[in-house]
Structures are given as C-alpha cells and as structure tokens.
C-alpha cells in the first residue's frame, strides 16, 4: 500500500498566520490526494480533492497544490475556527491517510 | 443534502463480530459511487477497512480482508459492515462515508461522512 506522511505532526500559530502543511508519498499519486479537517468530536471535512480542487464551501484562504509524491496545504491568513486536525489521504489506489497535522493556538 | 447515519452496538465482545449499519439520505445507493467504512483510532489514525457498490461489487483493505464483509440493501438505501473476530485493537470510531467519484480521471474523495460512531471491544 500506498503511505502517506505529512509534517510536521503538529504545529502552533496564531491567527492572521499563514500556515503551510506537507503531505508526502511513497510513490507517485499523481494529482489524487485529498485533504481534509477534523475538529474534535466531528468527522472529518473535505476541504480539497485532486491536490488543488477546493470543494464547494471552503473558504478560499485554503488552497493545495503538488503532484506526483509531494503535495501542499496552506491556509492563508489562519482563522480562529481553523484550528483542527488535518489530515492528507491518497485516493490513487486503495485510500489511505497521513498520520494528521494538528493546528493549534500558540 | 447528502447524509449518512451510523447505528449498531457500542460494545463488542473479543473474538465476536462487530456489526454495524448506515443509512443514507439523500443519495441512492444505487448512485454512481462507492459506499465505504472509515475507522479512527489513537493507534492507528484514519484506516479504510473497505467499500462496495451497488452491484454489490466489494473492495477492502488488505489487512483485514479476511475478516471484513460489507453488504448492501437497495431496498431500505443502506449498508452495512461486519468484522469478525474482533480484539481491543479493533476498538475505534468507525464511519460510513462516501467515496464520491469525480468526473475525469479517476479521481474520488470522502464526502460526506457519517457522525462516527464509537465501538469498543471489551468483555
């Protein structure tokens, strides 16, 4: 299978920050990664499919880019309700997720 | 709007099977998608264990392949999993989701998801 590793595992900032996460995999996914937000106690939340695509809702201060093993989240200008979990998940074969990067207030 | 509900014991006992449903909303399982489970523990994160389609063509992670069946009813638009032989390390939030398939190329995504519903595996 496919693994999926995003850095770094955690990270603090505060609002107003741009924050950029890292999903990297272990062979060419081509454009087929996804990223979501999880928030405590919720589901998590598609934000962006094939590596750039924002899924309908999304604020556009969140945006993706990457192809092939490494790929890019970044929320621009963090917002207070941006502190979550997020997580990268490859849909190239069968889905799997990155281990999760968690956003927290500094 | 599309929504998918979870219900099924909250408690499984080692070595018994963990059987849970999902009822959707919304959509038809009979749509043009793939109806999955996603689990999420402390341990092991998120972990696809498997999906199925209408037609009733399955698909499932290899390392629980042997102990995963997911099944579909048309008639009452849900689906369902069971896992057998359960352990502790089976204990997790388990969520029904969609994998809702793109247009071109083969691109798919989880959307929407279940609320999750937690099953522990204790005797």
């Known amino acids: 299978d496919i693994q999926m590793t995003q850095s770094p595992s955690s990270l603090s900032a505060v609002v107003g920050d741009r924050v950029t996460i890292t999903c990297r995999a272990s062979?060419?996914?081509?454009?087929?990664l996804n990223w979501y937000q999880q928030k405590p106690g919720k589901a998590p939340k598609i934000l962006i499919y094939?590596?750039?695509s924002l899924q309908g809702g999304v604020p556009p201060r969140f945006s993706g880019s990457g192809s092939g093993t490494d790929f890019t989240l970044t929320i621009n200008t963090l917002e207070p309700e941006d502190f979550a979990t997020y997580y990268c998940q490859q849909s190239y074969s069968d889905p799997t997720f990155g281990g999760g990067t968690k956003v927290e207030i500094k | 709007q599309v929504q998918l509900q979870e219900s099924g014991p909250g408690l499984a006992k080692p070595s018994g099977t963990l059987s849970l449903s999902c009822v959707v909303s919304?959509?038809?399982?009979?749509?043009?998608?793939?109806w999955s489970w996603v689990r999420q523990s402390p341990e092991k994160g998120l972990e696809w264990i498997g999906e199925i389609r209408y037609s009733g063509t399955t698909n499932y992670n290899p390392s629980l392949k042997s102990r995963v069946t997911i099944s579909v009813d048309t008639s009452k638009n849900e689906f369902a999993l069971n896992l057998r032989s359960v352990t502790a390390a089976d204990t997790a939030i388990y969520y029904c989701?969609?994998?809702?398939?793109?247009?071109?190329?083969?691109?798919?995504?989880?959307?929407?998801w279940g609320q999750g519903t937690l099953v522990i595996v204790s005797s």
């Open positions: 062979q060419s996914i081509r454009g087929h």
């Open positions: 919304g959509d038809s399982v009979g749509s043009d998608h793939w």
């Open positions: 989701v969609r994998r809702t398939l793109g247009e071109t190329g083969g691109l798919n995504w989880f959307d929407p």
């Open positions: 094939a590596a750039s």
